[in-house]
């Protein structure tokens, strides 16, 4: 079978744009925000950065501990079981 380029298949060009804009808007969007965010909750450069910075981080870790998980368990079997595991953790924090 031959490779084409990316560019070649036509759901790319639907694909790839809006991925890059939602890619922009969890963080690119974000940028002009800082110095509000900064003089609202009284924190410093450091403090706001380490803030914005763990949605990336937390992102990267689930996605390595989904990537063990599914070479263990199947997909199907996988969201079986993660739906009451978050639904149990819900409630749990509800109760506080």
Do not use: K, N, Y
């Not at 063990?68 to 368990?73: T, Y």
């Amino acid at each position: 079978m031959r490779s084409r380029p990316l560019a070649a298949h036509p759901a790319a060009w639907t694909i790839c744009p809006t991925r890059f804009l939602l890619a922009f808007a969890q963080g690119g969007a974000l940028s002009p925000l800082l110095p509000l965010l900064r003089e609202t909750f009284q924190v410093g450069p450091g403090e706001l950065g380490l803030l914005i910075a763990m949605f990336g981080l937390s992102r990267v870790m689930m996605d390595l501990i989904a990537t063990h998980l599914l070479r263990h368990i199947p997909l199907f079997g996988l969201l079986v079981r993660g739906r009451p595991a978050a639904c149990d953790g819900d409630l749990s924090l509800s109760r506080r």
